[in-house]
């Protein structure tokens, strides 16, 4: 029986650091460590790092995972893939304790059906709770996006050379701005 590790997180910005760190204390050889940065949402085919160590299991072996929602996001994505797991003779562990297919027996695939069913909603509420809290933020006026990368003075600057008919990439550099920065100045008009 061998361990494979599976580690996934959402965005560039999050850390594999913990899962990681968890999984080899959980005994999982380092180098039997897959992991990705990717969203569970995304097929699996292009979560390569997730068809490899699926493509590492053998029969007797147990793919180790942080939480169940680590191998798929929706509900049937979670269910079927324990599924083909149990039918290659695969076990599931996951790190917070909530499913141990091995000592679940023949009530694996009704507990994982549960579980994923529960992490689906939990998702789903999540979403809904960060978009009403997005619509009171635009109601109450706050702007949203990375601040200006220029000051006032510049911008009238910017409108000033082009109103002299300066091509945009000479402004930007006149201006000490990119180019990007001079149209997005000149929609804002």
Do not use: N, W
């Not at 297919?101 to 992490?119: C, N, R």
């Not at 635009?138 to 002299?164: I, N």
Request: charged share 30%; net charge positive.
């Amino acid at each position: 029986m061998a361990l494979i590790g599976y580690g996934r997180c959402s965005t560039v910005g999050q850390d594999l650091g913990a899962q990681l760190d968890a999984l080899t204390a959980a005994g999982v050889p380092a180098d039997r460590v897959f992991s990705e940065k990717i969203s569970g949402a995304a097929p699996l085919a292009e979560r390569k790092q997730l068809q490899l160590a699926l493509a590492a299991l053998e029969p007797g072996d147990v793919l180790v995972v942080s939480k169940l929602d680590r191998i798929g996001r929706s509900m049937e994505d979670c269910v079927s893939r324990v599924a083909e797991l149990l039918d290659r003779g695969v076990h599931v562990r996951t790190l917070d304790g909530r499913v141990d297919t091995k000592a679940l027996g023949k009530m694996a695939k009704l507990v994982v059906g549960i579980l994923a069913s529960a992490a689906e909603i939990e998702r789903e509420l999540i979403l809904e709770r960060t978009e009403e809290g997005r619509v009171r933020a635009l109601a109450a006026g706050v702007k949203f996006g990375r601040k200006r990368s220029y000051r006032a003075e510049q911008a009238a600057h910017v409108k000033e050379l082009v109103g002299q008919g300066l091509p945009h990439r000479k402004v930007a550099a006149m201006a000490g701005l990119s180019a990007t920065t001079v149209r997005r100045i000149l929609q804002e008009v």
